[in-house]
């Protein structure tokens, strides 16, 4: 319900990102929240993923929030969990790793 909460206090957020946080664990919870960037990126527009990877939507992005949340308790938990489950500090660790080696390999061909 954390997830679900967060979105319903955007009304008093200074942008529609600002404090923006998702507590994806094993815990199952869909999101629910608006469409823009940060919910955008791990949910993805329609739910399934921010790249598109799920055949299930793990929670649903609406400017109506009460619409959002509809959609989102729809989805089945344990696919939720699922993906939540890769999102952790190794996984973030291994992301930031492989971002910085990218940019140094081609920082070094620029050089070459």
């Known amino acids: ?8 206090r955007r009304q008093s957020c200074a942008t529609w990102t600002a404090g923006f ?27 399934h993923g921010g790249r598109g990877e799920l055949h299930q939507p793990v929670g649903a992005l609406d400017e109506n929030l009460d619409v959002a949340i509809g959609r989102a308790l729809l989805c089945n938990r344990q696919d939720c969990a699922r993906y939540g ?28």
């Open 1 to 8: 319900m954390a997830t679900l909460a967060f979105a319903k």
């Open 21 to 47: 946080a998702i507590v994806f664990d094993a815990s199952g919870l869909p999101v629910a929240g608006y469409p823009v960037q940060g919910p955008i990126d791990i949910v993805g527009t329609d739910g």
């Open 85 to 112: 489950r890769g999102f952790n500090w190794d996984a973030a660790t291994d992301q930031f790793v492989a971002a910085l080696a990218a940019a140094m390999a081609n920082e070094e061909l620029i050089a070459a």
